[in-house]
C-alpha cells in the first residue's frame, strides 16, 4: 500500500539515498533451493510502480560486521527489483512526516536503544496505520524497554551458542520469503535463542531443528522466522542474517526479497496465526497415528494384585527398592490401577505426540489381557489407540498366534480404542516379539489378509507371510543395522517399516551384573541419534511407522515414562536431571516432550 509519493526533499541531510550508489547483485541459481532461482526472480519482479524501502541500522550496543553487506544486498535486490533503498542510522528518520514516504521498514541488525519516545511513538503509528516492517537476526536484540517492541518483532533475544552449521525445517513453504526453498535448509549462522518461543501470537515460517546443533534452549520448538499482522501493518521477522556470508546466498537473498515485498504490501502472503508444525493439530487431537509406543500393563502392587508384581525383578524389595536403574514418578505404581496409574499414563501418552500403543500381551485369560478392557477404557478418555504386542508366551505356535489375532479381534474390535490403521485399509496392528523363534508361519495367511502382523527382524528372508518388520532393539537405532534395506524392501514390496527408536538402555539393577550393553541416554542426544538415523532415508528406509521402546519398561531402563527426579534414597537411581538442558520438574516430561517433538517432524516429513 503506497500511502504518499515519496519525495526525495522530504528526508533528513543525514539520510543516504540508496539508489544512485547502489550495486546489481544478481539473484543467481542455487543447489539449496528447491527449484531455480531465476524461475523465483521471474515469479517475484512486480508489475507496479517503485515503491521505498527504509533501511535502519544504528547500534547502541554490538555492532555486527556484517551491516555494511546487509545494506549492500538490500541495494541490489532493490535495483534489480523496483524499489529504491534509504538506508541511514540517523534516527530522526523516524518521524510521521519522514515515514509516510516508506512502505516498509528495515531493521538491520540493530541493537539496544535506538529510538527516543517521539520516534517509537512514530514507528508505532506507522505500522499500525498499514506500514510494513522487517526485523532481520539483531533486530531482536532491540529496545528492550519498549513494550510495544516486543510485540512488533515478536520475540526479543536471550543468548545464542557460537556460530555452525543448523538445520532450518521450513514450516511454511508458501509465503514469498520461503516459497523457493526445500522441506529443511542446512546452514550456518549465529542461531538466536529467544527469552519467551513467539509462536502462539505469530505465523511461523520457519524453525530450527535443535537436535542438528549445539546449544539451543528452546525445548525442541524453536521458530527462527516468523510474520504476523501487526494493526493494520504487517511485521517480518528472520532470526537469520548474522554473518557477512549470508547476505552472498542466494537462498537468503531471496528470502530477504520476499519479506520486503511482503512488509510493503507488493506480494501476497498469509501471516494469519496459526501452528504450522507439521500434524500438529491431529497429535493435539489424537497424537500421531504413525508413532507406536511399546506400552507394558503388567506391574502389579500388593493393594491391588495382593502381592508386587515386576518390582522386585533382580532381588528387590518395593515400593522404594525396585528393579530398575530409574524410578517411576508415580512410584511403584500397579498396572490394575485404571482411576489412577493408567489414567494418567494415557495422559502423558498424548502428551507425548504418540497416537497408539503397542499393548504387551501374553495370552488370552492371563494378567495382561485381564487388564486391556480397562486400559483400553483409559486409553478412548485420551483420544490414544491401542494395538498389540504378542509376546512369547509358553507354548506359542504360528496357529496359536492366528487364534490370538481372531481372539484379540473378537474381544476388543468393536473398542473405540481399538487402533485401525486408515492409511493401510482399517486393518488392525499386531507386532509379534521374537517372531525368529518359529520358523514357519504359512498360518498367518489366514489373517494378514485383515490384519497386518510384523515381524521383529530386518532380515527380508524370515518374512514370508508377514505384512512387514519392526526391530524392538533399544540400543541397534544408535547405528541402525540393516534398516536401509530394509526399509527399501518394505517399500518395494508393499509392506509396512516400523523401526524402533530407543532413549537409553541399562538394565543391571534387574539383571544384577549386567553392565554390558547398555546405552546411555547422554541428555537426549543417544534418542535424537536414534530418531535422526530413522528419519533419513539414507539410513532409516523412509519408515511407514516409528516405533518407540518403551513408554513404561522399567527393567530396562528405556521409558519416555517421567522418572522421579528426587527418588528415594540410598539405591543409587539415576535421573533425567538434565535431559534436553532441562532441570527440576521439567527434566521429568523431557522424553514425552521430545518424542512430541519427532512425531510432529515425523508426520511433517510424510505429508
Known amino acids: 500500500m503506497r500511502r504518499v509519493s515519496r519525495r526525495l526533499g522530504r528526508a533528513p541531510a543525514a539520510l543516504v539515498l540508496a539508489l544512485a550508489a547502489a550495486l546489481t547483485v544478481p539473484i ?38 556484517s551491516i555494511p553487506a546487509g545494506i549492500d544486498a538490500l541495494r541490489g535486490l532493490g535495483q534489480e527489483q523496483g524499489f529504491t533503498v534509504t538506508a541511514t542510522e540517523d534516527a530522526t ?103 519467551a518461543n513467539p509462536r502462539s501470537g505469530v505465523h511461523v515460517l520457519q524453525s530450527l531443528d535443535e537436535s542438528t546443533y549445539s546449544g539451543g534452549e528452546m525445548a525442541g520448538d524453536h521458530p527462527i522466522t516468523w510474520c504476523h499482522a501487526q494493526g493494520q501493518g504487517r511485521s517480518f521477522y528472520t532470526g537469520l542474517g548474522h554473518t557477512a556470508e549470508s547476505y552472498a546466498d542466494p537462498d537468503f537473498r531471496t528470502l530477504l526479497l520476499g519479506a520486503v515485498r511482503w512488509a510493503a504490501g507488493q506480494a501476497p502472503g498469509d501471516c494469519t496465526h496459526r501452528d504450522t508444525r507439521p500434524a500438529k493439530k491431529a497429535a493435539a487431537e489424537e497424537g500421531s497415528q504413525n508413532v507406536h509406543l511399546f506400552y507394558y500393563p503388567w506391574y502389579g502392587s500388593p493393594s491391588l494384585n495382593g502381592s508386587w508384581r515386576h518390582w522386585p525383578q ?40 504418540a497416537g497408539v500403543i503397542v499393548y504387551s500381551w501374553w495370552g488370552r485369560d492371563g494378567y495382561e489381557d485381564q487388564l486391556a478392557k480397562g486400559v483400553l477404557d483409559a486409553a478412548a478418555k485420551e483420544g490414544v489407540k491401542v494395538a498389540w504386542h504378542l509376546e512369547p508366551y509358553s507354548g506359542r505356535t504360528a496357529a496359536s498366534t492366528v487364534s490370538d489375532i481372531q481372539y484379540i479381534n473378537d474381544t476388543y474390535g468393536s473398542h473405540p480404542a481399538f487402533h485401525r490403521s486408515a492409511e493401510h485399509g482399517d486393518k488392525p496392528a499386531f507386532y509379534v516379539f521374537e517372531s525368529l523363534r518359529i520358523t514357519d508361519w504359512t498360518a498367518l495367511d489366514e489373517v494378514t489378509d485383515n490384519n497386518i502382523v510384523l515381524a521383529q527382524t530386518t532380515d527380508t528372508t524370515k518374512i514370508a507371510h508377514f505384512s512387514g518388520m519392526y526391530t524392538y532393539d533399544g540400543i541397534a537405532g544408535a547405528t541402525a543395522p540393516g534398516w536401509k534395506q530394509a526399509g527399501d524392501y518394505a517399500r518395494a514390496h508393499d509392506l509396512i517399516w516400523a523401526p ?53 519398561e522399567w527393567h530396562e531402563g528405556s521409558s519416555i515414562e517421567p522418572a522421579d527426579g528426587s527418588p528415594p534414597a540410598g539405591h543409587g537411581y539415576l535421573t533425567f536431571e538434565g535431559a534436553y538442558g532441562k532441570t527440576g520438574e521439567a527434566a521429568e516430561t523431557a522424553y514425552l516432550d521430545r518424542t512430541a517433538y519427532w512425531a510432529s517432524r515425523f508426520d511433517g516429513m510424510r505429508n
Open 314 to 353: 533382580g532381588g528387590h524389595t518395593p515400593p522404594d527398592d525396585v528393579g530398575a536403574d530409574y524410578y517411576p514418578a508415580l512410584g511403584a505404581y500397579d498396572s490394575g490401577d485404571m482411576q489412577g496409574a493408567v489414567a494418567q499414563h494415557m495422559k502423558w501418552v498424548r502428551k507425548s505426540g
Open 28 to 65: 543467481s541459481a542455487s543447489s539449496g533451493s528447491a527449484r531455480a532461482a531465476s524461475t523465483e526472480e521471474a515469479d517475484a519482479r512486480v508489475n507496479t510502480a517503485p515503491y521505498d524501502v527504509l533501511v535502519f541500522s544504528k547500534t547502541a550496543g554490538f555492532r555486527h560486521d
Open 500 to 552: 524402533s527408536v530407543a532413549p537409553g538402555y541399562i538394565d543391571d539393577r534387574a539383571v544384577p551384573g549386567n553392565t554390558t550393553p547398555t546405552l546411555d541416554r547422554a541428555n537426549g542426544t543417544a534418542y535424537d541419534k536414534q530418531w535422526n538415523n530413522a528419519l533419513d532415508p539414507a539410513i532409516g528406509g523412509s519408515p511407514a511407522w516409528v516405533s518407540v521402546t518403551s513408554f513404561n
Open 93 to 195: 528518520a523516524f518521524s510521521p512526516d519522514n515515514l509516510s514516504g516508506y512502505e516498509a521498514v528495515v531493521f538491520l541488525s540493530t541493537t539496544g536503544d535506538v529510538l527516543n519516545s517521539a520516534q517509537q511513538d512514530a514507528l508505532q503509528s506507522y505500522v499500525d496505520s498499514g506500514g510494513g516492517y522487517v526485523g532481520a537476526h539483531a533486530a531482536a536484540d532491540t529496545e528492550y524497554d519498549w513494550p510495544y517492541y516486543g510485540q512488533l518483532v515478536g520475540a526479543w533475544f536471550k543468548s545464542h551458542p557460537a556460530i555452525q552449521q543448523a538445520t532450518v525445517v521450513n514450516e511454511d513453504r508458501t509465503h514469498p520469503a520461503t516459497s523457493h526453498l526445500g522441506a529443511t535448509w542446512t546452514r550456518t549462522d549465529e542461531w538466536y535463542n529467544y527469552r
